[in-house]
Every structure is written in structure tokens, then in C-alpha cells.
């Protein structure tokens, strides 16, 4: 069952500008094939099975990086598939990492965070430097630079007195400055105790566009994603009139058993939690169109992932889908998906459990205007 959207939000900057610029959810050419075809596929890292492999990340030139969360420790290939190193395991010494929390690309660097510190590696995984941090007051949600990100105080999925304030941060200096204020009113449902369920838990999620400097920003329980420039001027809006998907208590219930949790548990978590689905888990830029990688039901094992392809403008152009071979799917969650130029790279299971990193070629959507 589909409802319509009853959230007031507000995204005010320095002055107070309202969302707006969303437009029905019809896209300008219809629906898009990226027709995946595999390149290679690999299994383990050196001689090590793959355990629990996720949060792939990319650089500019396509060297990938995960976390083997079983392993406690990071992995490095090459666009061709080719192990580079391991790096990042678990410890208290120079390039150990005392306990994995989330990775971040940002140039040729790759910065793993931990509880306390920012660690930074090359793309090679060299151990370059440390930079002390709290990441649970200062999560970064995405790197300008190697010394300034933008976080949400607490973290992506806080809301403190109905709003949520986007921080500059400087590493090096340490220097604070407000980027953008979001402020939201909402009856579907609370914060759930902290605890996070990707593609219900409302979050404010954020891309950069390193070619442009322009940054994409949204909380993903509404289909709003707010333009602004590096300096954090407000240049434009966009977004959909889509009817978001209620979810019942028993779904809940189901996806959160799914993951193992304990009945007891997870009876008082799936009534804490929002009953309707959020509307994207995440944005990218590529070869100059935004992908928004819409939510479209609780699933932990899907086979495909829907994008919606915008013009930079907002425009509406293809509602695109990509779909693996054999009944695989991705695993974990579509994080561990990524495209760039016309490669995708992303850690798929199938139904043994499973776990492989693979590339496929894909045909990019284009912008026939």
C-alpha cells in the first residue's frame, strides 16, 4: 500500500529557503537498462575466502577498497581485479586500525575511521598519518578535501530538537563552521533507540562532486536533495513527487529476523522504528548525471537496484534498474554497489552464502537534450 507524504521540511542555509523543484515521478525517456555484463569476478583475496566483505569504496582511478569484517582487515584491488594488499588490520600500531568503524575515499586517499581517530592510507594502502577525531560527535559524512569533510553532530541519523545542523570540519585546525541547517517535522515514526535500519531510518546523506565542487544533500525520508556550492551558497533543488511505501510492523519484524536478531528485541525496535520506507539510501555523480539509488522495499537480499537518473539540473531523465545473473544478489547492502565511467563494481552473495567482488560493463544512460 502507497501513502502520500506527510513531512513539512525546511533546509535553511543561512537564510530560510524551502525545499522545492520536485516533479512527478515520470521520467523525461522511461526506463533504462544498464545491460551488466560481467568482466571478472573474484572470490578471495590472496589465499583468504572472503568473510564478510563490505562498504566498497572507489577512487578516481577505480581502485577498489572493502573491509572484511570477519578477516578485521581492509582490502586494496585494481580495476583489473588484481589484489594489491591488505591493510588496516585490527591493532594499536602504526597503519593497524583499533576498531574498524567506517572507510572514506577522498583523491587518492583512503581514510578509515575509527572510534577516535581518522587514519589515513594511500591508494597503495601505505600508512600516511593519523588525525584525531570523535566519530561518533563527528561522523564524516564526505570528504571536500584530505582536510575538511561535512558531518551531522551525532551522526547521519539524529535529529536533535527537530533539526539537524551540517558542520564544516578542518582536520588539521580543527575549526567548526555551519554549512546548512535542516529542519524537519514528522509523524512516521521515531528514532528507534539509536539504533539504524538502512533504507528506514531517516539519514541525511550528502555526494561531492569533485569536478564541479558542488555538493548533493538530502535526509532521505523525503525525495528533496538540495545543490550547493563549495562556499555552501544554496544554488538549486530538486527531487520527486513519489508516494512513499508504508511498511507494517510484521515486515518489520520480519527483515529484522532476517538478520538475526532476538525476538525480544526486535518486537520493541520494529515499533520504535518510521512506518514508511525512506526514499533513497544513497547519491552518486557519474559521468555528469546524478544516480539516486532509491529505496523500494526492506530486502536483505536483493537481486536489483533501482537508480533514478537526474540531470545535474534536476531534470528527471531515465528510471533505470540493474539486476545480477543466477539469483545472486548484493550483499549486505547497495552501498557495496558503486559506478563509475561505464564500470560497476560490487560485492554480490549468492543463495550458499557465497561472497564475491565483481565488475561488470554497463551502458551509461545519456542525456539526449
Not at 586500525?97 to 587514519?119: A, M, Q, W
Given at each position: 500500500m502507497k501513502t502520500a507524504c506527510s513531512l513539512l521540511w525546511l533546509f535553511f542555509p543561512a537564510a530560510g529557503l524551502a525545499a522545492d523543484g520536485l516533479v512527478a515521478d515520470e521520467p523525461a525517456y522511461g526506463e533504462w537498462d544498464f545491460?551488466?555484463?560481467?568482466?571478472?569476478?573474484?572470490?578471495?583475496?590472496?589465499?583468504?575466502?572472503?568473510?564478510?566483505?563490505?562498504?566498497?569504496?572507489l577512487t578516481p582511478d577505480e581502485t577498489l577498497c572493502f573491509h572484511d569484517f570477519d578477516k578485521q582487515v581492509s582490502y586494496i584491488f585494481d580495476r583489473d581485479g588484481g589484489l594489491v594488499r591488505a591493510f588496516g588490520s585490527q591493532g594499536r600500531g602504526p597503519g593497524e586500525?583499533?576498531?574498524?568503524?567506517?572507510?572514506?575515499?577522498?583523491?587518492?586517499?583512503?581514510?578509515?575511521?575509527?572510534?577516535?581517530?581518522?587514519?589515513y592510507f594511500s591508494k597503495g594502502g601505505e600508512f600516511v598519518r593519523s588525525v584525531r577525531n570523535d566519530l561518533f560527535a563527528r561522523f564524516p559524512l564526505v570528504f571536500l578535501d584530505e582536510d575538511e569533510f561535512l558531518c551531522v553532530p551525532g551522526g547521519?541519523?539524529?535529529?536533535?530538537?527537530?533539526?539537524?545542523?551540517?558542520?564544516?570540519?578542518?582536520?588539521?585546525?580543527?575549526?567548526?563552521?555551519?554549512?546548512?541547517?535542516?529542519?524537519?517535522?514528522?509523524?512516521?515514526?521515531?528514532?528507534?533507540?539509536?539504533?539504524?535500519?538502512?533504507?528506514l531510518t531517516p539519514q541525511v546523506r550528502i555526494t561531492h562532486d569533485p569536478q564541479t565542487g558542488e555538493i548533493y544533500c538530502g535526509r532521505n525520508d523525503k525525495y528533496?536533495?538540495?545543490?550547493?556550492?563549495?562556499?555552501?551558497?544554496?544554488?538549486?533543488?530538486?527531487?520527486?513527487?513519489?508516494?512513499?511505501?508504508?511498511?507494517?510492523?510484521?515486515?518489520?519484524?520480519?527483515?529484522?529476523?532476517?538478520?538475526?536478531?532476538p525476538k525480544g528485541r526486535r518486537e520493541a525496535l520494529a515499533r520504535s522504528l518510521p512506518d514508511k520506507l525512506a526514499c533513497y539510501y544513497h547519491i552518486q555523480v557519474n559521468d555528469g548525471l546524478i544516480y539516486?539509488?532509491?529505496?523500494?522495499?526492506?530486502?536483505?537480499?536483493?537481486?536489483?537496484?533501482?537508480?533514478?537518473v537526474f540531470r545535474p539540473d534536476g531534470t528527471y531523465l531515465y528510471r533505470g534498474r540493474i539486476g545480477f545473473e543466477d539469483g545472486r544478489h548484493i550483499y549486505s547492502s547497495p552501498?557495496?554497489?558503486?559506478?563509475?565511467?561505464?564500470?560497476?563494481?560490487?560485492?554480490?552473495?549468492?543463495?550458499?552464502?557465497?561472497?564475491?567482488?565483481?565488475?561488470?560493463?554497463?551502458?551509461?544512460?545519456?542525456?539526449?537534450?
Open positions: 545491460a551488466a555484463q560481467k568482466v571478472w569476478e573474484r572470490e578471495r583475496a590472496g589465499e583468504e575466502a572472503f568473510g564478510r566483505p563490505a562498504e566498497l569504496r586500525v583499533s576498531r574498524y568503524i567506517n572507510c572514506f575515499t577522498v583523491g587518492d586517499k583512503i581514510v578509515v575511521g575509527t572510534p577516535d581517530t581518522l587514519e547521519p541519523h539524529e535529529t536533535r530538537g527537530g533539526k539537524e545542523r551540517i558542520l564544516r570540519r578542518n582536520v588539521r585546525t580543527a575549526a567548526e563552521t555551519e554549512f546548512a541547517v535542516l529542519r524537519v517535522s514528522s509523524r512516521e515514526g521515531g528514532q528507534a533507540g539509536g539504533a539504524v535500519v538502512l533504507g528533496a536533495i538540495h545543490v550547493f556550492d563549495s562556499s555552501g551558497e544554496l544554488l538549486r533543488n530538486f527531487g520527486l513527487k513519489r508516494a512513499k511505501v508504508r511498511v507494517t510492523d510484521e515486515t518489520k519484524m520480519e527483515y529484522l529476523e532476517s538478520l538475526g536478531m539516486v539509488f532509491a529505496v523500494t522495499g526492506l530486502d536483505r537480499r536483493p537481486s536489483s537496484q533501482r537508480i533514478d552501498e557495496n554497489l558503486a559506478i563509475r565511467n561505464d564500470r560497476l563494481y560490487v560485492i554480490l552473495e549468492d543463495d550458499a552464502g557465497k561472497k564475491t567482488l565483481a565488475k561488470y560493463q554497463v551502458t551509461l544512460p545519456k542525456d539526449d537534450a
